[in-house]
C-alpha cells in the first residue's frame, strides 16, 4: 500500500495495462477460467470509470494478445463473448462520459460478433473527444512493428522514399498507436514481471509498476497507488535528475 498522496496535476497522460492473473484469480476459488475472465471485465469497468474522471488522457488495455490463440478454444471463444458483453452494458455510459473507443491490433481474425460490436462501439463514440480507450486485441508488439516496417519497405522498393531518409518518426505513423503518445505509465498486474510482446516500441521510457494483486481484484483505489508510485519516479530518459539539471 502507498501512503503517498496523489497528485492531480501530474496525472500521467497515457496509461498502458497487462491486465494479468484472471485464471490464477478463478484457479484459486475453484472456478473456471472463463469466470476469472468475466471478474476481469468488472474490473475493467470501474478502472476504464476511474482513468477517465482522473483525466487520463489515453488508456491502452492488452486484452488478447497474438499468442493466447494458443489457449484452449472454449478459453478463447469465452473471451470474445465477454467482449461483447463489455460493450453490450457500457457503450451508453462510454458516451456519456465522452470516452472514444479505439482498437490496436487486427481485429479481422476475431469472431463476426466481436467485430461488429467493436465496430459498433468505434462508430458510436468516434465523436467524443474525452478519454481515448484502446483496446488491444490481436495485439502484438513485435507483429506491429514488422508490418509497419513493411509499409516502408514497400513505399523504398516502389522508389517513393529513401531508405537513409526513414526516420523514427516514419516507424512510428504505421503503428497502430500512430498519432498518440507512448505510455507514461505501464502497470501489469498478476505478478509476473515481463511484457509479454504488449507496446514493445512505445514502451521503451514507460515507467513499468508490476504488482501482485490479480487483475479481477484490481480496484480504482490500486490505480491511484500505482500513479502514485509513478510520480515519485525520476524520468531521466538517458538525460540527469531534475536536480542536477538545476531545474528543481
Ligand atoms: C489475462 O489473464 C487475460 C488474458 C490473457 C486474456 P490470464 O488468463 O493470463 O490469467 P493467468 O495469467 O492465467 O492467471
Ligand atoms: C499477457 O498476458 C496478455 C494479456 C494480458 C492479454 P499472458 O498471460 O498472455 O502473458 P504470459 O503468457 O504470462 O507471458
Ligand atoms: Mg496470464
Request: aromatic share 8%.
Amino acid at each position: 500500500m502507498n501512503t503517498g498522496k496523489l497528485d492531480p496535476a501530474r496525472i500521467p497522460a497515457h496509461i498502458a495495462m497487462v491486465m494479468d492473473g484472471n485464471g490464477r484469480w478463478a484457479k484459486e476459488k475453484g472456478m473456471p477460467r472463463v469466470a476469472g475472465h468475466n471478474a476481469g471485465m468488472q474490473s475493467l469497468k470501474e478502472i476504464v470509470k476511474r482513468c477517465s474522471v482522473l483525466g487520463v488522457k489515453h488508456l491502452t488495455v492488452y486484452a488478447f494478445s497474438t499468442e493466447n490463440w494458443k489457449r484452449p478454444q472454449e478459453e478463447v471463444g469465452g473471451i470474445f463473448k465477454l467482449l461483447v458483453l463489455y460493450i453490450n452494458s457500457e457503450l451508453k455510459e462510454l458516451c456519456e462520459n465522452n470516452v472514444k473507443v479505439s482498437v490496436l491490433g487486427e481485429i479481422d481474425r476475431l469472431p463476426d460478433e466481436a467485430v461488429q460490436k467493436l465496430q459498433e462501439a468505434l462508430e458510436a463514440t468516434k465523436d467524443n473527444d474525452g478519454m481515448e480507450f484502446h483496446i488491444a486485441l490481436n495485439y502484438g508488439g513485435r507483429r506491429e512493428i514488422l508490418l509497419s516496417v513493411q509499409k516502408l519497405a514497400k513505399l523504398a522498393a516502389e522508389g517513393k522514399i529513401d531508405p537513409e531518409s526513414i526516420t523514427e518518426a516514419d516507424l512510428e505513423a504505421g503503428l497502430f498507436t500512430a498519432g498518440f503518445p507512448d505510455p507514461d505509465l505501464l502497470i501489469r498486474t498478476g505478478g509476473e514481471k515481463r511484457l509479454s510482446n504488449f507496446l514493445l516500441w512505445q514502451g521503451a521510457y514507460s515507467e513499468l509498476v508490476f504488482t501482485d494483486t490479480w487483475w479481477p481484484d484490481f480496484t480504482p483505489d490500486c490505480l491511484e497507488d500505482a500513479i502514485i508510485e509513478y510520480q515519485s519516479r525520476d524520468r531521466r530518459y538517458g538525460g540527469l535528475t531534475a536536480e542536477k539539471r538545476g531545474t528543481k
